[in-house]
């Protein structure tokens, strides 16, 4: 058994640049690559320099270190988000961190899907097609940043094991020559395909194109037609050139038209507009719009779709009627954060009413799909085993030129399931599809009683790819100690984000798992339940993961993560955690808080990577019943001719 104060202690190395980490700096930033302009003058040997002007993005750290320089990039111009990229460093003066090849190497992921190289971004018109999940995405052929977006296409059977097929689509007409962006697929009544996406014109101004297979019969999707009459929509009046993309799966109105949403701003107020058709080929604007809600700026990668108040499983998208609510999800590009929010849609109008307008979409204390990196999602209804599935962009929290480096840039996050939570009827319930237990290996069960101020190390072998799923109980006697005694302050303002991370000791917490750290305890990835003693004497529990000692590197974002998790009574508090190399994924509560997490370690990699539980608590001791699994690596690769296709009949 370690002692706690390997848990305590942040080096100094380390301690100015955590203490400047917060959830709205590393979700407002975003890394640019510095470019200088240079203008010369003719005359007599006269040189004059222009250095460009730098704004910061995001809020100020505390202690004033923050160094995210902002130019115009290619993708700024054209009007998209991250589209963007950005740059962060320790202090102002410093030097980025000499990564090596054997640490960018241990950081690609064994069972995240991702190309084979260079950039990726936005998940787009997944499907499930004659016996294949398909899976688009924004990519860029040429390099380990945004730029020359082409649709890549992917194929599994089962959602883990994927094969890289050729690109769906390429910028080869002027309605998409600055890129083909993001769309959505739906399945007409007749069981074939259409899709949207988003084209950014020869002159940057964002346009709906149509396309569809160019041969239905072809269970692998392999080539695809541009409709002749693209585009089919432009911005409307009041709309900006630059403030109009990435329309939504169609679904069927009670008119039997098909209707979609399209993401936008006016001014600073997010909006969606509706658009209805007959045919995909031209189309009714709505006077009103879907939603809108003031000073929540740009809405990008619009989602909506029902959920069921009563069934566990999901909904295809035209489904409506008195068991079911509708979300509406919105990225913001003003946060980089994916917010969405429970409500009532109404057909004979096409407008939707939140149920709590106080937790409004894209209001900063509303729910989130996730608390941590991730953001562009996309879900798609699987009608092949009635659920509906989310895909997610995951990006990176180093700098460009150590992905650069590396040759590339992304993944995504596992897939997960959607639900409505039917316990509280408030949130949704998300967890990794079942597939993903198709990759456990070995494994082992602990159960383990862990004092206060103790880390334990967990004996699992490597620790890189794990799966870990885990129950905790507090103490009944501690507990009644703790509620008895009025010594104890309410903790009133606590936040994973401020509230300083797992080195913060609180009467109830912080205990959870320390994943991906080194023996020393010196690179670390806390992933912790935080209890609080509320006003009323009873308890209210936060979900959170702690990047700030995540790594030795510099330049490296490291926040600290999460949010409050429901906790319903006589539940006990449970978590499961994905450890895939660069990336953790954390889900509370059955699902109902998930984080993602990007993590860079220098120490704690390959077999120095280690798996150790903690309790941080001042006064609790935790009983900890929980199973380890080491995970296999998924099988992605370029498709071969050679491959059998297996394919099913139906669709």
Not at 26 to 47: D, M, N, Q, W
Not at 81 to 109: H, I, P, Y
Not at 177 to 197: E, K, P, R
Request: overall charge neutral; charged content about 20%.
């Amino acid at each position: 058994m370690a002692s706690s104060e390997s848990l305590l202690l942040v080096t100094s190395q380390q301690d100015s640049f955590s203490d400047s980490c917060s959830n709205s700096i590393s979700e407002t930033v975003r890394r640019r690559p510095v470019k200088v302009y240079f203008a010369v003058c003719s005359g007599f040997l006269l040189i004059a320099l222009y250095v460009a002007f730098v704004v910061t993005d995001g809020s100020t750290p505390k202690n004033g270190t923050n160094d995210e320089t902002i130019v115009e990039t290619r993708a700024r111009l054209a009007g998209v988000s991250e589209k963007r990229v950005w740059n962060v460093f320790n202090d102002r003066n410093g030097e980025a961190f000499a990564w090596n090849n054997t640490m960018l190497s241990w950081q690609r992921t064994a069972f995240h899907f991702q190309p084979q190289k260079n950039w990726m971004n936005d998940p787009n018109g997944p499907l499930f097609y004659k016996g294949w999940y398909h899976f688009f995405y924004q990519y860029n052929p040429n390099a380990a940043v945004w730029g020359d977006i082409v649709w890549g296409h992917a194929v599994s059977k089962d959602l883990i094991h994927w094969l890289h097929l050729p690109f769906a689509m390429v910028p080869d007409r002027w309605y998409d020559a600055n890129g083909v962006w993001t769309g959505s697929a739906t399945f007409l009544d007749d069981g074939s395909i259409v899709m949207l996406y988003t084209g950014s014109t020869d002159n940057f101004v964002q346009v709906q194109n149509l396309a569809y297979p160019e041969d239905p019969n072809d269970p692998l999707l392999l080539k695809w037609t541009k409709f002749s009459g693209n585009p089919v929509l432009e911005p409307p009046p009041g709309i900006g050139a630059k403030d109009f993309r990435d329309p939504t799966t169609a679904w069927k109105t009670s008119a039997g038209k098909w209707r979609i949403t399209i993401g936008s701003k006016v001014n600073k107020t997010g909006i969606s507009l509706v658009y209805d058709t007959v045919d995909f080929k031209t189309y009714e604007k709505h006077d009103i719009l879907l939603h809108q809600v003031p000073n929540t700026g740009m809405w990008e990668c619009v989602d909506f779709y029902p959920v069921s108040k009563t069934k566990h499983h999901g909904l295809d998208t035209s489904v409506n009627g008195p068991d079911v609510k509708h979300i509406v999800k919105a990225s913001m590009d003003d946060t980089r954060i994916d917010h969405y929010a429970t409500g009532t849609y109404h057909d004979s109008n096409g407008t939707w009413v939140p149920d709590n307008p106080s937790i409004d979409v894209g209001i900063s204390t509303g729910l989130r799909y996730d608390y941590g990196k991730f953001y562009a999602s996309k879900t798609f209804y699987d009608q092949h085993k009635e659920r509906r599935i989310l895909w997610s962009w995951i990006g990176e929290s180093d700098s460009e030129a150590a992905d650069v480096q590396k040759g590339w840039s992304s993944v995504q996050g596992v897939p997960r399931t959607v639900l409505l939570d039917t316990k509280t009827g408030k949130n949704l319930i998300q967890w990794p599809v079942k597939e993903i237990k198709s990759l456990r290996l070995t494994s082992r069960k602990f159960q383990k009683k862990v004092r206060p101020g103790t880390v334990v190390p967990v004996d699992v072998g490597p620790a890189s790819q794990l799966d870990i799923e885990a129950e905790f109980k507090i103490k009944k006697d501690d507990l009644e100690v703790i509620f008895g005694d009025d010594s104890v302050e309410d903790d009133k303002e606590f936040s994973c984000g401020s509230s300083g991370g797992a080195t913060v000791r609180g009467a109830l917490g912080p205990f959870g798992f320390s994943v991906l750290a080194d023996e020393s305890l010196s690179e670390q990835t806390p992933v912790y339940f935080y209890v609080t003693k509320g006003k009323d004497s009873k308890l209210k529990t936060f979900f959170c993961t702690d990047t700030s000692r995540s790594t030795m590197a510099n330049d490296v974002v490291k926040p600290v993560y999460g949010s409050f998790v429901p906790v319903l009574k006589r539940e006990k508090l449970t978590m499961r955690i994905l450890v895939d190399h660069s990336i953790v994924e954390a889900f509370g509560q059955g699902g109902r808080t998930c984080i993602t997490s990007r993590v860079y370690p220098t120490k704690a990699i390959y077999g120095a990577a280690k798996l150790f539980l903690f309790n941080n608590a001042i006064d609790a001791t935790v009983e900890a019943s929980f199973k380890v699994w080491q995970m296999n690596s998924a099988f992605i690769r370029p498709y071969s001719t050679a491959d059998d296709l297996g394919v099913s009949s139906s669709t």
